[in-house]
């Protein structure tokens, strides 16, 4: 009976390791400097991925972070909440938006294109963080 009980919480264990996400999890204030290093050229996603998110990529169950179901049957994935419509051409591009690193260089490529018109629904939470930065001078 020992034994069979050591097998199966040994073989749960392989199993999580070898099934469980495989990209490094960082805690929420990693996120924030990690999102802050890469973005410094372009502060406005700092401030977007705080609205989106407050900088959380994965969800309390150690998976990514994604949003409950959007009005248009949609979801949101990760730090900048890449909705669901971009998740085919992100992989088609090699964008792993389940890392924190994939989900931040897709947010960019975003921007680049787009503007800031993805995180419209996010607007008036991040536009108040970019009115008070240019207020106190960090422009």
Request: aromatic residues 12%; glycine residues 8%; hydrophobic residues 40%.
């Amino acid at each position: 009976m020992i034994k069979k009980i050591i097998f199966i919480v040994v073989g749960f264990w392989i199993g999580t390791l070898i099934f469980s996400h495989k990209t490094p999890k960082y805690a929420q204030h990693e996120v924030k400097a990690k999102v802050e290093s890469l973005c410094q050229d372009t502060p406005i996603l700092i401030d977007i991925a705080w609205a989106e998110s407050e900088f959380t990529q994965w969800g309390e169950d150690g998976g990514v972070y994604l949003s409950k179901i959007n009005t248009n049957g949609t979801h949101d994935m990760g730090v900048f909440q890449i909705n669901t419509v971009h998740w085919g051409e992100a992989k088609r591009l090699g964008y792993d938006l389940k890392s924190l690193e994939g989900n931040i260089a897709y947010a960019k490529l975003l921007y680049e294109r787009n503007g800031t018109r993805d995180w419209n629904s996010s607007s008036l939470r991040w536009r108040k963080r970019v009115a008070e930065r240019y207020l106190a001078g960090n422009r």
